[in-house]
């Protein structure tokens, strides 16, 4: 008698949940929608990241001295942490020949950052690259071999 009333009861909790699933589309079928009739044209307008766009610039593929990290400078020979450090720590420039006149830089340094000055670019300081301190450790660990 037990299991009877124990099933009869589950029986009924299924049912009651089926026709409560039900219920809830009565109201949506009283109003006649069936879905779309036709295609409806979404116009959206694209944003664009101002760094992305930055990017296919020539500061994707120099090293933009008012906007760069230490780390970019790793590609270039004898660049990398010294004379990259003080580059970012006197910017801005105003222009890629500034990057000359470093207070504390050696003759061997300068003509390091000559040889160089071809793979440099200026641009204006970007918040969006320059804030905080990730121009000195942008986060990207990496082991050099």
Known sequence: MQSFIRRFGLIGLV??????VVGWFQPV??????????????L????????????ETEFG??????NTNVLAFSQFKGL?????GKVVQNAPYGSVEDVLSI???????????Q?????FTISD???ALVGGQDRYNPGVYKTFR
């Open 80 to 84: 990398y942490p010294t004379i990259a």
């Open 115 to 119: 040889a160089n000055l071809s793979n």
């Open 29 to 42: 079928a009283a109003l006649g929608f069936s879905g779309p009739s036709s295609p409806t044209v979404v």
């Open 44 to 55: 959206s307008a694209t944003y664009r990241n101002p760094i992305d766009a930055k990017l």
């Open 61 to 66: 593929q120099k090293i933009d001295l008012n």
């Open 125 to 127: 300081p970007d918040p």
């Open 15 to 20: 049912i009651a949940g089926c026709l409560s």
């Open 103 to 113: 207070d504390g830089l050696t003759d061997q340094q300068k003509k390091t950052l």
